[in-house]
């Protein structure tokens, strides 16, 4: 073997996987209706209020795949958002942080990093950074170097959620060049967050579809 086909052997081996990258979007402005809509639904997020919530979803309502996962009495059921502990609250604060996708005139998705997630990656070991340069870290500490920064990359989650120096958790992933560290847990989102979907009914905005991973 010739040292030129050796070297690009060599080459080939120590080349870097390109970053998977999920930049945000947002295309509430799209569409005036449905910015006032999401102004009521923000509201009644912002003050738990589920008789606001309810006149903003639809009656028949998608929770799951399953032909019964739907209507409100099984949408109430799921999300019981009259707890003090509902999952419901948190879930759509987050839809309203991560903005909309317009995928046709009468239809929304969020977040856009459930519905653009790239086939052929395991959402269940990655993790997707929802800011732009989050420094990653060499241990679980603000006051720790940050080498490298990472932008809207798909990252693999190397450990579980931990707690480190000061506030705020931290968790051990691996970028596609094989750099590993540490990210804040508020500069990253799991893939396998509620899906939500919001539609025209009755010639009105609702939220048609709330939906886990995995279920």
């Not at 080939?12 to 998977?20: D, G, H, I, K, N």
């Not at 569409?31 to 912002?46: G, M, N, Q, Y």
């Not at 009656?59 to 059921?77: M, N």
């Amino acid at each position: 073997m010739s040292r030129l086909v050796i070297a690009l052997c060599i080459l080939m081996q120590t080349e870097a996987v390109p970053a998977l990258r999920l930049y945000p979007v947002d295309d509430t402005s799209r569409d005036p209706a449905f910015r006032s809509f999401v102004k009521k639904l923000r509201s009644a997020v912002e003050t738990r209020n589920t008789g606001a919530l309810r006149k903003l979803v639809d009656d028949e309502v998608v929770i799951g795949p399953a032909d019964e996962d739907k209507g409100w009495e099984q949408f109430y059921a799921r999300w019981h958002p009259d707890d003090s502990d509902s999952e419901l609250w948190p879930a759509l604060s987050d839809l309203l942080a991560l903005g909309f996708i317009r995928e046709h005139p009468a239809l929304f998705l969020s977040p856009y990093l459930v519905w653009r997630f790239p086939r052929g990656v395991n959402m269940k070991t990655h993790l997707v950074v929802i800011r732009d340069r989050a420094p990653l870290r060499t241990a679980p500490s603000l006051r720790a170097p940050a080498p490298v920064s990472v932008s809207f990359e798909i990252v693999e989650q190397l450990g579980q959620r931990e707690s480190g120096e000061g506030l705020g958790q931290w968790v051990l992933v691996r970028t596609a060049e094989g750099e590993s560290g540490y990210l804040n847990t508020r500069d990253v989102m799991s893939p396998l967050m509620p899906r939500a979907q919001f539609g025209i009914r009755h010639g009105k905005w609702n939220l048609i579809a709330l939906e886990m991973q995995g279920q």
